[in-house]
């Protein structure tokens, strides 16, 4: 974290605090049968369990984003995919931090054993994409990532690109 002097449009001074980081990953994986692969896991900030899909930091100096994406989907999940396919960036809090969050999305499934890191503590769920977007809709998923690339997906999948 740091603390910038800033100057305004104006010309006046102004502090602005930054939150350095790495960045993310994130994967909707979509099976077979159309479901999206989220896993369920307590978030320390808001001291519940949210659903989301699978996501993670980049380690410092990772220059491919897609094979974060890869290694956070095998760990989570254990599931490894035929397909990725890109949608897009998102910053997801341009007002105190760098943070980029490159999203993707995976067809054709295999799975395994899911490999989570030891303080991770996760439970796989599958769920239709119709009823993702609706819980989008409604509020259940507030998590940024996850309702960005479900209704991107939703949006491929009406257009018959997915």
Same mark, same amino acid.
């Given at each position: 974290?740091?603390?910038?002097?800033? !100057?305004?449009?104006?010309?006046?001074?102004?502090? =602005?605090?930054?939150?350095?980081?790495?960045?993310?990953?994130?994967?909707?994986?979509?099976?077979?049968?159309?479901?999206? #692969?989220?896993?369920?896991?307590?978030?320390?900030? $808001?001291?519940?369990?949210?659903?989301?899909?699978?996501?993670?930091?980049?380690?410092?100096?990772?220059?491919?984003?897609?094979?974060?994406?890869? =290694?956070? #989907?095998?760990?989570?999940?254990?599931?490894?995919?035929?397909?990725?396919?890109?949608?897009?960036?998102?910053?997801?809090?341009?007002? $105190?931090?760098?943070?980029?969050?490159?999203?993707?999305?995976? @067809?054709?499934?295999? $799975?395994?054993?899911?490999?989570?890191?030891?303080d991770e503590f996760l439970?796989?769920?599958?769920?239709?994409?119709?009823?993702?977007?609706?819980?989008?809709?409604?509020?259940?998923?507030?998590?940024?990532?996850?309702? @960005?690339?479900?209704l991107k !997906?939703?949006?491929?999948?009406?257009?018959?690109?997915?």
């Open positions: 974290m740091r603390r910038d002097e800033a !100057l305004l449009p104006d010309g006046t001074k102004a502090y =602005r605090e930054v939150v350095e980081h790495p960045g993310g990953v994130c994967v909707a994986a979509l099976t077979e049968n159309d479901e999206v #692969l989220f896993v369920r896991q307590f978030r320390y900030p $808001y001291a519940e369990e949210v659903l989301e899909i699978p996501a993670g930091k980049r380690d410092r100096g990772e220059t491919d984003p897609l094979e974060c994406g890869k =290694r956070e #989907l095998l760990e989570e999940t254990g599931a490894e995919a035929e397909n990725f396919f890109s949608l897009g960036t998102l910053y997801p809090t341009p007002g $105190y931090t760098d943070e980029v969050i490159y999203m993707y999305g995976a @067809t054709g499934l295999s $799975y395994g054993e899911a490999q989570p890191d030891e439970a796989l769920e599958k769920i239709p994409l119709e009823k993702a977007v609706c819980m989008v809709m409604d509020g259940s998923l507030p998590d940024a990532k996850t309702q @960005t690339c479900i !997906l939703w949006k491929l999948r009406i257009e018959g690109k997915i």
